[in-house]
């Protein structure tokens, strides 16, 4: 089955503690993304992948770090937490940008709380 | 400024009744646009997308879209709502990054409330 699996999906931490949420994706998509979704401001983008060992910064990337070694996987960091980081994060993925008119593959979520 | 606007917070419509959920935008050149919709406790689900052609796009679930660019209006439409379709539903809209480089613009999202 075609997926985007995201873990975990639920994280409640405190503040400093590096944590790595991972992404993988089972379609051999190009294009990876990470966003977060907060109340009243709906999707905003934080990172996004064009392929292996290319990444680039989206609308909020203050705070986080990716990595894409694998075309499969696109694991998403946070090397220092804080309370504003407390968000429900979302992976995709797709064939190309969306930018280009390729739909994306939504995971399914991580709700992180960070205290 | 490049935005996509959901004029409507929430939406509440009666089951069978038909519904239409707004999105306008502004962005240049011809975009390409899409609508994704959201369950509760899930993540975004591809519905459709418009990218040329037929100005009326047909998609998952009995959705349909109509583009309209004098209007600069993708609106998403269902002929017949069920209490199913009730979800948060988000239309996005390829504009250009700092780099020139497309990229996606979202709507805030729009909640829709279908009553039994």
């Known amino acids: 089955e075609a997926q985007v699996t995201q873990n975990p999906r639920y994280l409640i931490t405190v503040t400093g503690k590096k944590l790595t949420v991972t992404c993988s994706q089972n379609m051999n998509h190009e294009y990876m993304s990470w966003y977060r979704q907060d109340p009243g401001l709906g999707l905003r983008q934080i990172y996004y992948s064009m392929n292996v060992e290319a990444t680039d910064k989206g609308d909020v990337p203050e705070g986080y770090k990716v990595s894409r070694k694998e075309k499969r996987n696109f694991p998403l960091i946070l090397e220092s937490p804080s309370p504003n980081q407390t968000s429900l994060y979302f992976c995709?993925?797709?064939?190309?940008?969306?930018?280009?008119?390729?739909?994306?593959?939504f995971g399914p979520g991580t709700r992180l709380t960070v205290t | 400024a490049q935005s996509v606007a959901q004029p409507e917070d929430q939406v509440n419509v009666a089951e069978g009744n038909p519904l239409t959920v707004k999105c306008t935008y502004s962005?240049?050149?011809?975009?390409?646009l899409f609508w994704y919709v959201q369950y509760p406790n899930r993540g975004l689900q591809f519905l459709l997308k418009y990218i040329t052609g037929d100005n009326l796009v047909k998609g998952s679930y009995g959705f349909e879209a109509e583009f309209n660019k004098s209007q600069t209006s993708f609106h998403l439409k269902k002929p017949s709502a069920l209490v199913s379709d009730s979800a948060l539903y988000f239309c996005a809209v390829s504009g250009y990054n700092a780099g020139n480089n497309r990229k996606l613009i979202w709507g805030l999202g729009t909640s829709l409330a279908v009553n039994p």
């Open positions: 962005v240049s050149g011809n975009p390409y």
């Open positions: 995709a993925s797709s064939l190309g940008t969306g930018g280009e008119g390729y739909e994306q593959y």
